[in-house]
């Protein structure tokens, strides 16, 4: 038989369900509130840039901007080219990415496919460690360390080099990209890798052929958020490499960075509103598009990556 319920018992189910459906909405829209400040946050920072960059505009022509070989907006002979600080940005960011992806990815497959379960309970934490050391400390470790090693070897090679900040800004972001790489290769289904071995393959086999074109999407992501990394760090290439703005290619040359210029010109010497100091909006905002246009790069090859696999 079915128990008759009190009028006493059915108000308080009632009361105790409509407080849970409170507190849910509650929850909810705190939630939806987090979401919306980042969102809320990234429009604004885009607005500042664009409204600034867009008074730069007005007296600096954007064909000079993107075409002039100089960037010497605080010298007498004031040239506004973003050429210099673009090459430099570049340069330092590939020498960093040709140093974290490859380390990276060997890595991530060594801790997800054939290290132990011991070993690997040390050796992440240790790696991501160096996620915690302040930019500052790699900036003089490059300048200090990295770049006189680096003239016994290149004679040379000046004491400011784009060389050495490249090599140590790979490091500082080299556990970024192994780690997401790795949390990605641990994610794909163990069906996948029964599967390979089943067929014959051997573990090597198994990790470049099943495991990381499985995980593409999440390798994807650790390489275009260690370029991302790359493209917008200010110390180590502020320190390492110089703040001469180089229209160059070669790494063993001193060069500026975008963001070691904004470091630079943020320091307060220049008055607000003039166009000196509207310059680094219009750099802040060339860094954002090239960061812009890197995400896009990866998701296409992501996508189009699965598609083949």
Not at 52 to 64: A, D, G, K, T, Y
Request: with cysteine; net charge neutral; hydrophobic share 50%.
């Amino acid at each position: 038989m079915t128990p008759i319920l009190s009028k006493d018992n059915r108000n308080g189910q009632i009361s105790h369900s409509a407080f849970r459906n409170i507190r849910e909405s509650i929850i909810e829209f705190a939630l939806f509130l987090a979401a919306l400040s980042s969102v809320g946050t990234t429009f604004g920072i885009l607005y500042i840039l664009v409204t600034e960059s867009w008074l730069f505009f007005q007296q600096v022509p954007i064909l000079n901007f993107l075409t002039d070989t100089q960037w010497t907006p605080l010298f007498n002979d004031k040239h506004y080219g973003i050429l210099p600080l673009l090459s430099g940005t570049l340069v330092t960011s590939a020498v960093a990415l040709w140093v974290a992806i490859p380390l990276g990815t060997i890595v991530a497959i060594y801790l997800s496919e054939f290290a132990p379960a011991k070993l690997r309970e040390w050796v992440k934490p240790i790696l991501e460690l160096l996620a915690a050391i302040p930019t500052v400390v790699y900036g003089y470790f490059a300048l200090l360390v990295v770049t006189p090693l680096l003239q016994k070897v290149f004679t040379n090679l000046p004491t400011f080099n784009m060389l050495s900040g490249g090599l140590v800004m790979g490091l500082m972001i080299l556990p970024l990209v192994s780690s997401i790489c790795e949390d990605a290769m641990r994610a794909v289904p163990v069906v996948l890798k029964e599967g390979s071995y089943a067929m014959g393959a051997t573990r090597l086999q198994t990790a470049l052929k099943v495991v990381f074109p499985a995980a593409i999407s999440g390798v994807g992501a650790a390489y275009i958020l260690g370029a991302s990394r790359a493209v917008g760090e200010t110390m180590i290439v502020a320190i390492a490499s110089g703040l001469l703005p180089n229209l160059t290619l070669n790494p063993l040359e001193q060069g500026a960075t975008i963001t070691a210029y904004i470091a630079q010109v943020s320091l307060g010497d220049l008055p607000h509103g003039t166009v000196e100091y509207q310059t680094i909006f219009a750099a802040g905002l060339t860094l954002v598009i090239i960061t812009l246009i890197l995400n896009i790069i990866g998701y296409f090859l992501a996508k189009r990556y699965r598609e083949i696999y």
